[in-house]
């Protein structure tokens, strides 16, 4: 059965490799490349959809790549994402250079799909590598200095994360002499040194810039603004997420902090705990006073990877305890709901910038008059993330702080709630603009078919999810890593 | 097991959007189609009325219950769990009557984004019933957010010049009282967490379980959800914004349904669940509701738009609510919650039929101001015969059983402290405002040539809807009461 993860894998690959020989055809042809992909990309969402729900543990390419249900989840949601970007962008991506926009998105998501199953960190490493570079191109695929920008400061600040993680991979194996991540938790288990702290505050950085965690999110706003806002999907729902999957695949493992410094303070549930806790706050108190919705929802982007956070701590706290499968289930549904929510509200966002040329919450005024679908589907995202009932968001954002609401960590669920609370301002806020202002005109702007069907699916699930949850929470619990 | 409550709630959701596609496919037809949706709610709630009345659920038990799992997981689990009792069979019942009125009333206030409106209106209806039927926190919770949605959007696009800073102050009020309701049930459910029970979050299981020491916190934080909703000043002041802005329609819901949300919850969550903690401070909160009584009372005076002075009429007769209810919990006198729910009850229609009316006076005269609204009586007959009826009602004349409620709510008053006795000046201070309202816009004489703008008589028709059954319970009182001795008997404990 794990020869349908090779075969989703070579799918891909061949794909990513094949689409830019339609280059060579001229005119309107080149909108193929769209098509092909998103074909793939449901194949392999089905290959691995199917493996997911049969799984069979066999040992696949070595021991380089696991098969466990936490990668399966991670594959179908980044996959998930970049097949409703490459279905968007059958509209919005015009111009000479289409088929190679679609090869580098399917290596991207060849990268995410490995990345997703990794268990060895130089396997993590190379596909952390290839997930990243081709989003450096697309990033900067618009031809505008802004785009370009946008593209040399990820880029740069995308090495220099790839830098740290490297070199806390070649600590790990120096103190170890093994790049097999179980090998590297028991060693550092068996032997805590200083180093293996710093190699876990390495690793901590290095995820840290794509998870958006505050103090490594400066780069987000600039870069989701100056993108194409539909790569900005793909770096807001789907890369970030490959984010996480390292992180709970390497960092939870790590609990050798507190035993190296013997510093009742300076562990690791308290670290991240402190980060969850400034990521949701700056995330949330940033996006009230930002005028473009590009950087509105790329401050919303980053509160939410605060919430996301919360369910790490209980895990590295305690493993094995109730409260940690709690807070890794929320967690992982909330990875899911949030690649849902803010996956659609990008996408919204792009199809604005495309059809009214303006990104300013000024072009919101009255949407709702204008581009109906897109406006009540960007309300309830905006609804779901700032996570009222009974949409999506909700069900994670109660799990993750019901699994820290008892115990040392009880004030962040507290400030959980009440930065969910806050939040609602600013997401209100964008709707009332939708619903309760005039717009500059009342003509009706044309919303392409591609764009509604990418809606009417979100929504499906955003409502789906919100109103039987049971089905995700089962499948978000058994991805929980087992503790070590 | 029963499915009644069930229909309750889901007929509404299913008919919103059958009536948006309808509305939008004909006009006229949808209307109809609503009408006879929001008929068809009421008679399955008048049902279940008639069913708690004529076999009361006895002290801390419900009836038609309906439980099953929601979402197992292990260490978190959540039920399914609908139920009524003598509290919230009225308040249902009084929730989809006044749907049918409203929608009845919209098609003559309403011009703009008809199916929208439509479909939002149930919506709102579905998660009231749901609000009023849910023995589960979560579930409770989850009700009490979809509210919002709805009306939000109502304030915000049908509402008056001020709508979206109206619409605005009303969801971060509501929103941020409910998250901090979410975060004390999430503390009851933590706390009551011990190793090897199964905790829950059912209203039924929790109650009377509850150590004392888990009650304050909790108190607090559902206080200030309801006390928002209710609104009890000083939590009141997105409630003038947003019902002088929203459509008169939606004002009846919002005084008639809304507020009821808060009176409901303290009844049944803040005094069902932590009776120590709320027997303890029971004063505080007979101060507050004395407070917002004579508040809502002395600022309906001043105001000069009618809209505006009705809907401070609503804090008053709320605080009469929370007063009751914490009465009988100092004093044992079972009228006291009898009372509040009557009150309730009352309210809705009395005040519902006062905004209903403000909002075709509005239509007919160009404006709600009192000084300018001259003559009436001459003017617009038919309505000015209304209004007197509707201000009547307002403050508690009988043969309006208004007179009622609050008379046992100030006797449960008096019961608790001699002194609660200045109470009785809130209905006097009412009585005036209303009379010298009364004096200024329907005895006065016209300006210039009266034109005549008046209610047509399917319109008037409709206000005795609202008026009829408040006579009707004066002297059919024990329909609403006997069932609430059981809920008042149960809330005040065995002391």
């Given at each position: 059965?794990?020869?349908?993860?090779?075969?989703?894998?070579?799918?891909?690959?061949?794909?990513?490799?094949?689409?830019?020989?339609?280059?060579?055809?001229?005119?309107?042809?080149?909108?193929?490349?769209?098509?092909?992909?998103?074909?793939?990309?449901?194949?392999?969402?089905?290959?691995?959809?199917?493996?997911?729900?049969?799984?069979?543990?066999?040992?696949?390419?070595?021991?380089?790549?696991?098969?466990?249900?936490?990668?399966?989840?991670?594959?179908?949601?980044?996959?998930?994402?970049?097949?409703?970007?490459?279905?968007?962008?059958?509209?919005?991506?015009?111009?000479?250079?289409?088929?190679?926009?679609?090869?580098?998105?399917?290596?991207?998501?060849?990268?995410?799909?490995?990345?997703?199953?990794?268990?060895?960190?130089?396997?993590?490493?190379?596909?952390?590598?290839?997930?990243?570079?081709?989003?450096?191109?697309?990033?900067?695929?618009?031809?505008?200095?802004?785009?370009?920008?946008?593209?040399?400061?990820?880029?740069?600040?995308?090495?220099?994360?790839?830098?740290?993680?490297?070199?806390?991979?070649?600590?790990?194996?120096?103190?170890?002499?093994?790049?097999?991540?179980?090998?590297?938790?028991?060693?550092?288990?068996?032997?805590?040194?200083?180093?293996?702290?710093?190699?876990?505050?390495?690793?901590?950085?290095?995820?840290?810039?794509?998870?958006?965690?505050?103090?490594?999110?400066?780069?987000?706003?600039?870069?989701?603004?100056?993108?194409?806002?539909?790569?900005?999907?793909?770096?807001?729902?789907?890369?970030?997420?490959?984010?996480?999957?390292?992180?709970?695949?390497?960092?939870?493992?790590?609990?050798?902090?507190?035993?190296?410094?013997?510093?009742?303070?300076?562990?690791?549930?308290?670290?991240?705990?402190?980060?969850?806790?400034?990521?949701?706050?700056?995330?949330?108190?940033?996006?009230?006073?930002?005028?473009?919705?590009?950087?509105?929802?790329?401050?919303?982007?980053?509160?939410?990877?605060?919430?996301?956070?919360?369910?790490?701590?209980?895990?590295?706290?305690?493993?094995?305890?109730?409260?940690?499968?709690?807070?890794?289930?929320?967690?992982?549904?909330?990875?899911?709901?949030?690649?849902?929510?803010?996956?659609?509200?990008?996408?919204?966002?792009?199809?604005?910038?495309?059809?009214?040329?303006?990104?300013?919450?000024?072009?919101?005024?009255?949407?709702?008059?204008?581009?109906?679908?897109?406006?009540?589907?960007?309300?309830?995202?905006?609804?779901?993330?700032?996570?009222?009932?009974?949409?999506?968001?909700?069900?994670?954002?109660?799990?993750?702080?019901?699994?820290?609401?008892?115990?040392?960590?009880?004030?962040?669920?507290?400030?959980?709630?009440?930065?969910?609370?806050?939040?609602?301002?600013?997401?209100?806020?964008?709707?009332?603009?939708?619903?309760?202002?005039?717009?500059?005109?009342?003509?009706?702007?044309?919303?392409?078919?591609?764009?509604?069907?990418?809606?009417?699916?979100?929504?499906?699930?955003?409502?789906?999810?919100?109103?039987?949850?049971?089905?995700?929470?089962?499948?978000?619990?058994?991805?929980?890593?087992?503790?070590? | 097991?029963?499915?009644?409550?069930?229909?309750?709630?889901?007929?509404?959701?299913?008919?919103?959007?059958?009536?948006?596609?309808?509305?939008?496919?004909?006009?006229?037809?949808?209307?109809?189609?609503?009408?006879?949706?929001?008929?068809?709610?009421?008679?399955?709630?008048?049902?279940?009325?008639?069913?708690?009345?004529?076999?009361?659920?006895?002290?801390?038990?419900?009836?038609?219950?309906?439980?099953?799992?929601?979402?197992?997981?292990?260490?978190?689990?959540?039920?399914?769990?609908?139920?009524?009792?003598?509290?919230?069979?009225?308040?249902?019942?009084?929730?989809?009557?006044?749907?049918?009125?409203?929608?009845?009333?919209?098609?003559?206030?309403?011009?703009?984004?008809?199916?929208?409106?439509?479909?939002?209106?149930?919506?709102?209806?579905?998660?009231i019933m749901g609000v009023f039927t849910s023995l589960n926190l979560i579930l409770f919770y989850v009700f009490w957010e979809i509210v919002l949605i709805p009306m939000f959007f109502f304030?915000?696009?049908?509402?008056?010049?001020?709508?979206?800073?109206?619409?605005?102050?009303?969801?971060?009020?509501?929103?941020?009282?409910?998250?901090?309701?979410?975060?004390?049930?999430?503390?009851?459910?933590?706390?009551?967490?011990?190793?090897?029970?199964?905790?829950?979050?059912?209203?039924?299981?929790?109650?009377?379980?509850?150590?004392?020491?888990?009650?304050?916190?909790?108190?607090?934080?559902?206080?200030?959800?309801?006390?928002?909703?209710?609104?009890?000043?000083?939590?009141?002041?997105?409630?003038?914004?947003?019902?002088?802005?929203?459509?008169?329609?939606?004002?009846?819901?919002?005084?008639?349904?809304?507020?009821?949300?808060?009176?409901?919850?303290?009844?049944?969550?803040?005094?069902?669940?932590?009776?120590?903690?709320?027997?303890?401070?029971?004063?505080?909160?007979?101060?507050?509701?004395?407070?917002?009584?004579?508040?809502?009372a002395i600022a309906a005076v001043l105001q000069k738009d009618l809209k505006k002075m009705i809907a401070f009429t609503s804090i008053n007769h709320m605080g009469f609510v929370l007063f009751?209810?914490?009465?009988?919990?100092?004093?044992?006198?079972?009228?006291?919650?009898?009372?509040?729910?009557?009150?309730?009850?009352?309210?809705?229609?009395?005040?519902?039929?006062?905004?209903?009316?403000?909002?075709?006076?509005?239509?007919?005269?160009?404006?709600?101001?009192?000084?300018?609204?001259?003559?009436?009586?001459?003017?617009?007959?038919?309505?000015?015969?209304?209004?007197?009826?509707?201000?009547?009602?307002?403050?508690?004349?009988?043969?309006?059983?208004?007179?009622?409620?609050?008379?046992?709510?100030?006797?449960?008053?008096?019961?608790?402290?001699?002194?609660?006795?200045?109470?009785?000046?809130?209905?006097?201070?009412?009585?005036?405002?209303?009379?010298?309202?009364?004096?200024?816009?329907?005895?006065?004489?016209?300006?210039?040539?009266?034109?005549?703008?008046?209610l047509s008589w399917g319109d008037v028709a409709a206000f005795a809807g609202y008026l009829v059954p408040l006579v009707v319970l004066i002297v059919f009182s024990y329909l609403i009461l006997?069932?609430?001795?059981?809920?008042?008997?149960?809330?005040?404990?065995?002391?």
């Open positions: 059965m794990v020869d349908l993860l090779t075969a989703a894998t070579a799918l891909l690959g061949a794909t990513a490799l094949l689409l830019p020989l339609l280059q060579l055809r001229k005119g309107g042809k080149q909108a193929t490349a769209g098509y092909v992909l998103a074909a793939v990309l449901g194949a392999v969402m089905g290959l691995v959809g199917w493996f997911t729900l049969h799984p069979t543990p066999v040992p696949w390419f070595g021991s380089l790549l696991s098969d466990d249900q936490l990668g399966g989840v991670f594959a179908l949601v980044t996959i998930g994402v970049t097949l409703m970007v490459t279905i968007a962008s059958f509209t919005y991506q015009k111009g000479p250079n289409t088929p190679v926009y679609y090869s580098l998105l399917s290596f991207t998501a060849l990268g995410m799909l490995l990345l997703s199953y990794s268990q060895n960190l130089l396997m993590l490493f190379v596909a952390w590598e290839l997930m990243s570079l081709p989003t450096y191109v697309l990033a900067g695929f618009d031809k505008k200095l802004r785009s370009n920008e946008a593209s040399v400061k990820y880029a740069i600040i995308g090495a220099m994360s790839s830098a740290i993680i490297l070199y806390a991979i070649s600590l790990a194996y120096g103190l170890t002499g093994s790049v097999q991540i179980s090998d590297v938790v028991s060693g550092f288990r068996a032997q805590p040194t200083a180093l293996a702290g710093v190699a876990t505050l390495l690793f901590v950085a290095g995820f840290g810039f794509k998870m958006s965690i505050v103090p490594f999110h400066m780069w987000i706003p600039d870069a989701y603004e100056g993108a194409p806002t539909t790569i900005t999907t793909v770096l807001a729902a789907a890369t970030k997420k490959a984010g996480f999957v390292a992180a709970i695949r390497v960092l939870l493992a790590l609990t050798t902090l507190y035993v190296v410094t013997q510093n009742p303070y300076f562990t690791l549930p308290n670290i991240l705990a402190v980060l969850a806790l400034l990521t949701m706050t700056v995330g949330n108190v940033s996006a009230l006073t930002q005028r473009s919705m590009t950087r509105l929802l790329a401050y919303s982007s980053i509160a939410q990877a605060g919430y996301i956070l919360i369910g790490f701590v209980p895990f590295s706290l305690a493993p094995a305890s109730g409260a940690a499968a709690l807070g890794m289930t929320g967690s992982i549904l909330h990875v899911i709901n949030h690649a849902v929510m803010k996956g659609v509200a990008f996408l919204c966002a792009a199809l604005v910038l495309m059809q009214l040329k303006r990104a300013d919450l000024g072009a919101y005024n009255g949407l709702a008059k204008r581009m109906p679908v897109t406006a009540f589907t960007m309300a309830i995202a905006l609804f779901a993330l700032a996570g009222v009932p009974p949409l999506s968001g909700f069900w994670s954002k109660l799990l993750l702080f019901l699994s820290v609401a008892n115990g040392p960590y009880g004030w962040l669920a507290v400030a959980g709630i009440l930065n969910s609370a806050f939040s609602l301002g600013y997401y209100a806020w964008i709707v009332k603009r939708m619903y309760a202002d005039d717009p500059d005109s009342s003509e009706r702007v044309k919303e392409p078919f591609w764009f509604v069907v990418v809606f009417a699916v979100a929504v499906g699930l955003i409502i789906g999810i919100g109103l039987f949850p049971q089905g995700a929470i089962n499948f978000a619990a058994g991805a929980v890593p087992q503790a070590p | 097991m029963s499915f009644v409550l069930s229909l309750l709630v889901f007929i509404p959701l299913v008919a919103a959007p059958l009536v948006y596609l309808a509305t939008r496919w004909n006009r006229k037809g949808g209307i109809y189609f609503s009408v006879a949706a929001a008929i068809l709610v009421f008679l399955v709630s008048a049902y279940v009325f008639w069913g708690v009345y004529s076999s009361p659920p006895l002290p801390g038990q419900y009836s038609f219950v309906e439980k099953s799992t929601w979402i197992s997981f292990p260490s978190f689990s959540l039920n399914y769990f609908l139920g009524v009792d003598g509290l919230s069979s009225p308040l249902l019942f009084i929730s989809s009557l006044l749907t049918v009125l409203v929608i009845f009333g919209s098609r003559k206030l309403i011009d703009s984004h008809e199916p929208e409106y439509y479909a939002l209106i149930f919506l709102f209806e579905g998660a304030i915000g696009v049908w509402g008056g010049p001020r709508r979206k800073y109206a619409a605005m102050k009303f969801i971060i009020f509501t929103y941020a009282g409910s998250t901090i309701m979410l975060l004390g049930f999430l503390y009851v459910y933590l706390g009551m967490l011990t190793p090897g029970s199964a905790p829950s979050f059912d209203i039924p299981t929790l109650a009377g379980h509850i150590p004392v020491g888990l009650q304050y916190l909790p108190l607090l934080a559902s206080f200030i959800g309801f006390a928002v909703k209710l609104p009890l000043v000083p939590f009141h002041t997105w409630l003038p914004d947003a019902h002088v802005e929203a459509p008169a329609p939606i004002s009846v819901l919002l005084a008639g349904v809304l507020l009821k949300m808060g009176g409901y919850g303290f009844l049944r969550i803040s005094i069902g669940l932590f009776p120590n903690a709320s027997a303890q401070y029971a004063w505080v909160f007979l101060a507050l509701g004395l407070i917002s009584m004579f508040y809502g009751g209810a914490y009465a009988t919990l100092i004093s044992g006198n079972l009228l006291g919650i009898q009372g509040a729910i009557f009150q309730m009850f009352t309210h809705g229609l009395a005040v519902g039929s006062l905004f209903m009316l403000s909002g075709y006076i509005h239509h007919q005269a160009g404006t709600r101001e009192i000084p300018l609204l001259k003559g009436m009586k001459t003017t617009m007959p038919r309505t000015a015969a209304v209004l007197v009826l509707g201000s009547a009602a307002a403050m508690g004349l009988p043969p309006f059983s208004s007179f009622l409620a609050e008379f046992m709510v100030i006797v449960a008053g008096i019961s608790a402290y001699g002194i609660a006795a200045i109470s009785i000046l809130v209905p006097v201070i009412t009585a005036g405002y209303f009379l010298w309202t009364i004096k200024r816009t329907v005895l006065s004489d016209a300006e210039g040539t009266p034109e005549v703008h008046d006997t069932p609430a001795l059981p809920v008042a008997s149960y809330l005040r404990g065995p002391g």
